[in-house]
C-alpha cells in the first residue's frame, strides 16, 4: 500500500514534467545548451544528468529557475536531503511559487515524513485551491495513515475540481477512488452521474 502511495505522488509529479514540454527545435548536440540539455534529460527522466547539470548550473545562484527539475532529480537519484536544502533555498526568494511547496512536500514523501509533507501541500492549497494534485497527494497520504475519512474528504475535493474544468476522466478516477474507501459515498455517487 506504501508504494502504492507514493508512485500516485510521485507520478503526478513526473506527468507534470511531461506536460510542460515545449516544441522541439532542431540542433546538433554540440549547439546545445547547458540548459537544453538539461530540460531534455528532465524531460526523459534522465536524473543523473539533471543532477550533474544542475550542480554547475544552479551553484548559489538559480537564475535558470531549474530548482524544481533540480530537486526531483535529486530525489529520484537518493538525495533527498539536498532536495530539500535547494527548495528551501529556492523558497526564500521566491515563497510565493506554490509549485516549489508541491515538490517539497513530494521530497518529504519520498521520505516517508508524511506530516511535513501534509503541512507543504496545506500551503499549497492555500496558494492555489485549484490545484488537484495537492488534495490527491493529502489524500493519498492520509489513506496511507488510515484516515479514510480525511482521505475521502480530499479525493473528493479533487473530482470536484476535475468536474468543474471537464477532465472526466480524472474525475471518474477518483470518485472511484472514494467508493473503493467507502461504497456508500453519495457525493462520490452523485458526482460519477455527473460525467457525461
Known amino acids: 500500500m506504501k508504494r502504492l ?3 500516485l505522488i510521485i507520478s503526478g509529479l513526473v506527468l507534470t514534467g511531461a506536460c510542460q514540454s515545449k516544441q522541439q527545435k532542431t540542433v546538433t548536440p554540440e549547439e546545445k545548451t547547458a ?10 527522466g534522465d536524473w543523473s544528468t539533471v543532477v550533474a547539470i544542475g550542480d554547475t548550473l544552479i551553484g548559489e545562484n538559480d537564475t535558470m529557475n531549474l530548482a ?3 530537486a526531483e532529480g535529486l530525489m529520484a537519484t537518493g538525495n533527498p536531503d539536498k532536495a530539500l536544502k535547494v527548495l528551501s533555498k529556492k523558497l526564500e526568494s521566491n515563497p510565493q511559487d506554490y509549485y516549489l511547496y508541491q515538490t517539497k512536500g513530494n521530497v518529504y514523501v519520498s521520505m ?4 511535513s509533507a501534509l503541512i507543504c501541500y496545506d500551503k499549497v492549497i492555500e496558494m492555489k485551491p485549484t490545484y ?3 488534495f490527491i497527494n493529502e489524500g493519498a497520504i492520509y489513506e496511507l495513515k488510515g484516515n479514510k475519512e480525511k482521505a475521502i474528504e480530499y479525493y473528493l475535493a479533487a473530482t470536484d475540481l476535475f ?3 471537464k477532465y472526466y476522466a480524472e474525475a471518474r478516477e477518483f470518485a472511484s477512488r472514494v467508493l473503493s474507501l467507502d461504497t ?7 458526482m460519477l452521474e455527473q460525467i457525461p
Do not use: M, P, S, V
Request: aromatic share 12%.
Open 35 to 44: 540548459g537544453e540539455i538539461f530540460a531534455e534529460a528532465y524531460q526523459k
Open 184 to 190: 456508500n459515498n453519495a457525493d462520490a455517487k452523485e
Open 112 to 115: 516517508e515524513q508524511y506530516d
Open 68 to 70: 524544481i527539475g533540480y
Open 5 to 7: 502511495i507514493h508512485i
Open 132 to 134: 488537484a494534485r495537492a
Open 163 to 165: 468536474l468543474r474544468n
